[in-house]
């Protein structure tokens, strides 16, 4: 079994940083300190004056994603190996069921797709319809298959969107399994309304885009969400957050007791909706994704809600779709594939206008980019985590190197990055996953299918203050 030693650098967690050196074997870590006695054979890397961190984990992302008329150019092979580049060693994706479709034919086809993964990885189950097969079916995928966690699009009219009583049905079924429910609030009847009303007025570019989905639609869906939760005694986790009526939201909820997980993403914290108003029509196109970028007020209050634990976890939603497929919306915005990439820059970006702008602590970005996400998804300690018997997927991090991100160098396929020309001082130097060199001296040095399949079990450490609060009040009837 092969072994690797990091020596001389400073462990960063999410709640401590101390020198130490790591001795990794097999994919675990087996020892920290400082370490002298070394097994046979052992590899070193010398990390001194450099940054040990967990891996990144990023909770959001849509490789080779069947989406409106196409499929993401990013499929599990590139997009892993651009999120070994940026120092995230987890992935967690999407199974997306057509309307009808079997969650479990879907999922064993994505299990398919990401056999060839260089990273680890691990799936949300979407549910976009609902009868007695699905329920029983989430069934399955939690007890043998390791998914505790399902997706609800409240946008996408006519396509994907589940209505409230899918998601009463579902929040239901979550809560009885153990798993916890998520979704991307929009509300799709209005934002429908809204770009048939554009199209109507000759409204047809990019710049359209924003426009039929105010930041007043994802307001309204994150308060529904959390009231249908809240009325079900069931958690919540909000996908991609992006206004400030989203973070107001969340932040009530929480002073009121409920268990509400938010997530934002590196893209919203950092570029604003002026990007729809370049003329170039392929540069305005390239920035089309739902939620669309918000005006600048609204970045404030992400960066608010990241610095008050309002939102939890950072991600980025890559789905990856290159100019010609934006084309396809040339003369309608709606039909201008939504997505953009980010895997690669996802913790470069937080760690330059998080930790080098004074906005969060080392500790604080370690939490964001990783821990956190693993204690809501139940991956924590194996994941998230520097210390003997966690898994060895970790990064390390050169706070003296800088780095230009450019679509020249990414590496995902497509050839633009909403990220361009940003200057980060503070990269990702070495990435290793499952104890192995993934990422070192600008190379990968992973195969296609070195990516583990990651179970998570059902019953996240915060069901058990839910399963106190459901016995304390638990209806009874008066006896008459």
Partial sequence: MSSLLIKGGTIVTHEESFKADILCKGNKIVELGDISVLPKDVETIDATGKLIMPGGIDPHTHMQLPFMGT????????GTVAALAGGTTTIIDFVIPNPQQSLLDAYHQWRDWAKKAHSNYTFHVAITWWDDTVAEEMNILVRDHGVNSFKHFMAYKNAIMATDDILVSSFTKCLELGAIPTVHAENGELVYHL?????SEGMTGPEAHPLSRPSSVEGEAANRAISIANTLGAPIYLVHVS???????IRYAKDHGQTVFGEVLAGHLTVDESVYQNPDWATAAAHVMSPPFRPKHHQDALWKGVQAGTLQTTATDHCA???????????N????????????????VLWEKGVNEGKI?????????????????NMYPNKGCIRVGADADLVIWNPAATKTISAKTHHSKIEHSIFEGMEIHGVPETTICNGKLAWH???????SGDGKYIDRPAYAPYYEALRKRKELNKPKAVVR
Avoid: H, Y
């Avoid at 779709?321 to 003369?331: I, L, N, Y």
């Avoid at 001296?441 to 195969?447: A, F, G, R, Y």
């Fill in 71 to 78: 499929v993401a150019k990013d499929d599990f092979a590139s």
């Fill in 195 to 199: 770009q048939n009303k554009l199209i």
């Fill in 243 to 249: 206004t400030e009526e989203a973070v107001d939201a």
């Fill in 321 to 331: 779709f290159c100019a010609e497929q934006k084309a396809m919306g040339k003369d």
């Fill in 333 to 348: 915005f709606a039909q201008i594939p939504n997505g953009t990439a980010g895997v690669e820059e996802r913790m470069m």
């Fill in 361 to 377: 602590t080392m500790n604080e970005f370690v939490a964001l980019t990783s821990t956190n996400t693993a204690k809501i998804f």
């Fill in 441 to 447: 001296d600008n190379v990968i040095l992973t195969k």
